[in-house]
């Protein structure tokens, strides 16, 4: 049986009285054993909004103010994507370790020597001039 998720038109409404514009789904956010929760969330903001105003290669958001006036829509089954994660998806994120391995991001590039390392600029010694 297709689960289905359910709302309240008025709350949707009040949020958007209160300001609620762009809504992100952004998958620099969900942990590699978590990537398979994005594209179920993807097609109910689809559902919800419509196609997105804006797309990066992992990215889309959506403008509240273009709802489609759905309440109650499909949901896809959230299962891991590869067998060998299905054990690691069982467990609940409160049993989840705490540094979940991420995809490299697209949008924050750091430098791989970190923040307190010295800049080119800054000479040898690592100190500014």
Known sequence: PQETFCFEAADLE????????PVILNAEH????ERHRIRPLKRLFMG???K???????????????WTGATCLPVL?????TPELAGVVERSLVDAPIALRSPASEVFVLPRTGFDAPSPEDGARGERQ
């Open 14 to 21: 009040a949020l958007r009285a209160a300001g609620l514009g």
């Open 48 to 50: 919800l909004f419509g």
């Open 30 to 33: 969900f942990p590699l054993v």
């Open 52 to 66: 997105p105003r804006a797309r990066m290669a992992r990215a889309w958001a959506w403008d509240a103010t273009t």
């Open 77 to 81: 089954p959230f299962e891991p994507t």
